[in-house]
T-cell receptor, first 113, second 114 residues
């Protein structure tokens, strides 16, 4: 039962353009959402988060949008840079088992020069 | 800065061996986690611990056990390693009342079972 889904295993974007990574969830009790970035052979690092009381959170080049009715969130990176090439994981928590974070499968983002 | 340290980065073990993966955090965090990462499956929770001597099964606990005798240390134990446990293992920690539910990961331990 995959409660958090990232349906695109990979995404390729040209440098300077916008990267949009998508994530869907099924558990309506989730109330906090996070994005993590992971380089090969390293642990994931926290990127940005959003609470369910908001629909947008921005931090520099990174913006996360939350659509609760559609149970969908997205991460926008503008402008995309070569250093953004990594695997991005969406994660969610809330409701029963709120101590846990449930992760999606990840999306590999490649920024082309 | 939060520091989560996994003692072994790369291990090669034989089928049937008992394997210990050690994790230490230096921020007095109550919660600690063990995940494994596999291609196409994302990060899956094996076990987590609310506090010292407390543990709870995650989504894939079979074949694993854990130990939390001290607050800063959380060990993952493979009682009898099998080839399907070849994976990247990630330890993480979080303060009980931290900002949101952000968790902090270690660098990961690559385990190969042959």
């Amino acid at each position: 039962d995959q409660q958090v889904k990232q349906n695109s295993p990979s995404l390729s974007v040209q440098e300077g353009r916008i990267s949009i990574l998508n994530c869907d969830y099924t558990n309506s009790m989730f109330d906090y959402f996070l994005w993590y970035k992971k380089y090969p052979a390293e642990g994931p690092t926290f990127l940005i988060s959003i609470s369910s009381i908001k629909d947008k959170n921005e931090d520099g080049r990174f913006t996360v949008f939350l659509n609760k009715s559609a149970k969908h969130l997205s991460l926008h990176i503008v402008p995309s840079q070569p250093g953004d090439s990594a695997v991005y994981f969406c994660a969610a928590s809330g409701g029963e088992g709120a101590q846990k974070l449930v992760f999606g499968q990840g999306t590999r983002l490649t920024i082309n020069p | 800065d939060v520091k989560v340290t996994q003692s072994s980065r790369y291990l090669v073990k034989r089928t049937g061996e008992k394997v210990f993966l050690e994790c230490v955090q230096d921020m007095d965090h109550e919660n600690m986690f063990w995940y494994r990462q596999d291609p196409g499956l994302g990060l899956r929770l094996i076990y987590f611990s609310y506090d010292v001597k407390m543990k709870e099964k995650g989504d894939i606990p079979e074949g694993y056990s854990v130990s939390r005798e001290k607050k800063e240390r959380f060990s993952l134990i493979l009682e009898s390693a099998s080839t399907n446990q070849t994976s990247m293992y990630l330890c993480a920690s979080r303060p009980y009342s931290g900002a949101g539910n952000t968790i902090y990961f270690g660098e990961g331990s690559w385990l190969t079972v042959v």
